[in-house]
């Protein structure tokens, strides 16, 4: 049990908040701090009824003083950080400077530079691992769905169902019905479509061109489906953290619009990153197009489902066999109860189990680390308790078509 400080009133927040205040003997009191006091009080209102004593608090974490006399004033011995990653080395000072324990749910591939997969700001939070262990406080970085759970599934079969693990292909899945927007609301997303999709190949980082890697599968509850090679930061995580795993792919689908729409831009010459004069200003054409694309509010599309698909294959008992590990999501279910998205329900559920169980000591090691220095078995039973669950299916091993021709995809 744990007094708590939740810094960021974000969309999140509604699933993990709701779920603490459930059980004294994960929190005793909590804090709900935002810029925005008030939607913090209007989310108080909401739990009236919940045991545990809730509180808010107005902050400007940029005003460093302010914050930690805030901070000092409720005294929390845990702070979940909800706020957007670039804010993640800033909150791990108060955490370190107010001797609280810390997590947050930054996700492998929010970086401080959208163009540099590598300079991934996870890395920086694990620089912080000597202070904290200095000062016997755990911290937990980069508890999401992903890597955090996807890849406690792998470690969690590899313990459980086989003897060794040869290779893993990742489906990142979707049946809802976006728009043209969707795909251009992340200069991230735009950027992986148009470069080298890399996959780890034995133990090395290998290179396909941008939609050439492909595989056809029929998928549980999604269809038949066409999914595509692209790079994801997961592929470092695995090198970092299971590296007896030496194959790994991580596939995503796209609607044929917008792999249209991709192409196009690119022919002509809006995904440039070298900059031109425009009027005397200076700006490339990728970054022109990240300002004027129409943004959606939310991804969330209330029709279809999302989900993931996990094919492993490895030695069970002496003889090679492919298994595939799938759970999906409704996505009108979520965006009705939650207000937001398949994608940050998964996320929200992965924080939430880990928040749980350093609330009640059962993560407590002292220093930086990800989900992966942990039992993965008990990050997996709270998600099952959450309603995420993943199902298994023998299936034949992920067979790959490289193509020079334009990409095709296969409608729903």
Same mark, same amino acid.
Do not use: H
């Given at each position: 049990m744990k007094k708590v400080l939740v810094i960021g009133c974000t969309g999140i927040a509604k699933l993990i908040i709701p779920a603490l205040c459930k059980d004294k003997s994960y929190v005793s009191e909590i804090c709900i701090a935002d810029t925005d006091k008030k939607m913090c009080d209007e989310f108080k209102t909401i739990l009236s009824a919940s045991p545990v004593r809730v509180v808010t608090a107005g902050v400007d974490i940029t005003n460093e003083e302010r914050t930690m006399l805030m901070v000092k004033i409720f005294g929390p011995e845990l702070i979940i950080n909800l706020m957007p990653a670039q804010y993640s080395c800033v909150l791990m000072e108060l955490a370190l400077k107010t001797k609280a324990s810390y997590i947050d749910s930054t996700l492998f591939f929010e970086t401080k530079n959208a163009s540099s997969v590598e300079d991934m700001l996870l890395s920086k939070q694990f620089s912080y691992f000597t202070r904290f262990r200095g000062e016997k406080l755990p911290?937990?970085?980069?508890? @999401?769905?992903?890597?955090?759970? !996807?890849? =406690?599934?792998?470690? $969690?079969? /590899? @313990?459980?169902?086989?003897?060794? !693990?040869? =290779?893993?292909?990742? $489906?990142? /899945?979707?049946?809802?019905?976006?728009?043209?927007a969707g795909i251009m609301d992340s200069s991230f997303e735009m950027e992986l479509l148009t470069e080298p999709a890399k996959y780890l190949e034995n133990g090395k980082i290998e290179t396909y061109q941008p939609l050439k890697g492909k595989t056809v599968r029929q998928i549980?509850?999604?269809?038949?489906?066409?999914?595509?090679?692209?790079?994801?930061?997961?592929?470092?995580?695995?090198?970092?953290?299971?590296?007896?795993?030496?194959?790994?792919?991580?596939?995503?689908?796209?609607?044929?619009e917008y792999l249209g729409i991709?192409?196009?831009?690119?022919?002509?010459?809006?995904?440039?990153?070298?900059p031109v004069d425009v009027g005397g200003v200076k700006i490339s054409p990728f970054d022109y197009l990240n300002k004027v694309m129409p943004k959606e509010e939310s991804k969330a599309t209330g029709k279809g489902s999302s989900g993931i698909g996990i094919v492993i294959t490895g030695i069970i008992k002496g003889k090679e066999q492919t298994n595939m590990f799938y759970a999906s999501v409704d996505n009108s279910m979520v965006l009705e109860k939650y207000g937001f998205g398949s994608t940050e329900y998964l996320d929200a559920v992965t924080m939430l189990a880990g928040t749980i169980l350093m609330c009640t000591d059962k993560w407590d090691k002292a220093g930086v680390y990800s989900p992966n220095a942990y039992d993965p078995s008990l990050l997996m039973d709270i998600m099952k308790d959450q309603g995420i669950e993943f199902a298994v299916s023998k299936v034949a091993p992920v067979?790959?078509?490289?193509?020079?021709?334009?990409?095709?995809?296969i409608e729903d």
């Amino acid at each position: 049990m744990k007094k708590v400080l939740v810094i960021g009133c974000t969309g999140i927040a509604k699933l993990i908040i709701p779920a603490l205040c459930k059980d004294k003997s994960y929190v005793s009191e909590i804090c709900i701090a935002d810029t925005d006091k008030k939607m913090c009080d209007e989310f108080k209102t909401i739990l009236s009824a919940s045991p545990v004593r809730v509180v808010t608090a107005g902050v400007d974490i940029t005003n460093e003083e302010r914050t930690m006399l805030m901070v000092k004033i409720f005294g929390p011995e845990l702070i979940i950080n909800l706020m957007p990653a670039q804010y993640s080395c800033v909150l791990m000072e108060l955490a370190l400077k107010t001797k609280a324990s810390y997590i947050d749910s930054t996700l492998f591939f929010e970086t401080k530079n959208a163009s540099s997969v590598e300079d991934m700001l996870l890395s920086k939070q694990f620089s912080y691992f000597t202070r904290f262990r200095g000062e016997k406080l755990p911290a937990l970085v980069g508890c @999401s769905f992903n890597p955090a759970a !996807i890849t =406690s599934l792998i470690r $969690f079969a /590899m @313990s459980n169902t086989y003897d060794s !693990i040869s =290779s893993v292909d990742i $489906f990142d /899945m979707n049946s809802g019905k976006g728009t043209a927007a969707g795909i251009m609301d992340s200069s991230f997303e735009m950027e992986l479509l148009t470069e080298p999709a890399k996959y780890l190949e034995n133990g090395k980082i290998e290179t396909y061109q941008p939609l050439k890697g492909k595989t056809v599968r029929q998928i549980p509850g999604f269809g038949k489906r066409t999914m595509y090679v692209l790079s994801n930061p997961i592929i470092t995580d695995f090198i970092k953290e299971i590296p007896e795993v030496e194959n790994v792919r991580w596939f995503s689908t796209f609607k044929k619009e917008y792999l249209g729409i991709i192409k196009v831009l690119e022919k002509v010459g809006m995904l440039s990153r070298t900059p031109v004069d425009v009027g005397g200003v200076k700006i490339s054409p990728f970054d022109y197009l990240n300002k004027v694309m129409p943004k959606e509010e939310s991804k969330a599309t209330g029709k279809g489902s999302s989900g993931i698909g996990i094919v492993i294959t490895g030695i069970i008992k002496g003889k090679e066999q492919t298994n595939m590990f799938y759970a999906s999501v409704d996505n009108s279910m979520v965006l009705e109860k939650y207000g937001f998205g398949s994608t940050e329900y998964l996320d929200a559920v992965t924080m939430l189990a880990g928040t749980i169980l350093m609330c009640t000591d059962k993560w407590d090691k002292a220093g930086v680390y990800s989900p992966n220095a942990y039992d993965p078995s008990l990050l997996m039973d709270i998600m099952k308790d959450q309603g995420i669950e993943f199902a298994v299916s023998k299936v034949a091993p992920v067979s790959m078509v490289v193509e020079e021709e334009e990409p095709e995809d296969i409608e729903d």
